[in-house]
């Protein structure tokens, strides 16, 4: 079956350490986003990658770094400057040329001790 | 800039009830409108969409939503409310007019359905 796929479920981090979130999709999708939940703020864009060797800042994408060298693989680093880096992540792929909707994989919550 | 208002933190309704959870937009384009649910520590799930044609669009579980242009709305409706249905839900909007694919969601109703 198709999907996404993040890894870990549960990450736990100290504070000043970068810590890399996994996401791979098998959808053949061009587009690939991370959105940051918190509750309450509903879904943030923090990157967004609509085909390889590319991508573009969302809307919060201070203290965060992605790469895009793979169609299936687009990992997102949380650094040491994001402030408050504590939230769940949500990796999501779509289909550009077929423009179907956007597909969501289960999330990673990250908790900075 | 595109932005989407869900002015309702938490919805509760008993169950076999008619529910409805509200949601409206503002873009400078032409709106494409979406609504997902969430479940706890769950991903989104897609329920429908709204791109052109018929205002009222018919989606997952017996949802449907109602695209109303004059009041920039998309409020999503269930004729009867199952406890199942209990969730969180989002509306999201994409403005087809900057040119930026990435959805843009609202803060997010907490529907509560009472046996």
């Known amino acids: 079956d198709g999907g996404i796929t993040q890894s870990p479920k549960y990450l736990f981090r100290k504070e000043g350490q970068n810590v890399t979130l996994s996401c791979e999709q098998n959808?053949?999708?061009?587009?690939m986003y991370w959105y940051r939940q918190d509750p309450g703020q509903g879904l943030r864009l923090i990157y967004y990658s609509q085909i390889v060797n590319d991508f573009q800042k969302g809307d919060i994408a201070e203290g965060y770094s992605v790469s895009r060298e793979k169609k299936e693989s687009f990992p997102l680093t949380v650094t040491s400057a994001q402030k408050n880096p504590t939230a769940f992540y949500l990796c999501?792929?779509?289909?550009?040329?077929?423009?179907?909707?956007?597909?969501f994989g289960p999330g990673t919550r990250l908790t900075v001790l | 800039a595109q932005s989407v208002a869900q002015p309702e933190d938490q919805v509760n309704v008993a169950e076999g009830n008619p529910l409805t959870v509200k949601c409206t937009y503002s873009?400078?384009?032409?709106?494409?409108l979406f609504w997902y649910v969430q479940y706890p520590n769950r991903g989104l799930q897609f329920l429908l969409k709204y791109i052109t044609g018929d205002n009222l669009v018919k989606g997952s579980y017996g949802f449907e939503a109602e695209f109303n242009k004059s009041q920039t709305s998309f409020h999503l409706k269930k004729p009867s409310a199952l406890v199942s249905d209990s969730a969180l839900y989002f509306c999201?909007?994409?403005?087809?007019?900057?040119?930026?694919?990435?959805?843009?969601f609202g803060s997010g109703t907490r529907l509560q359905v009472q046996p």
């Open positions: 959808l053949n999708h061009d587009a």
């Open positions: 999501a792929s779509s289909d550009h040329l077929q423009d179907r909707d956007p597909f």
């Open positions: 999201a909007v994409r403005d087809e007019g900057t040119g930026r694919r990435a959805l843009t």
């Open positions: 873009v400078s384009g032409n709106p494409y």
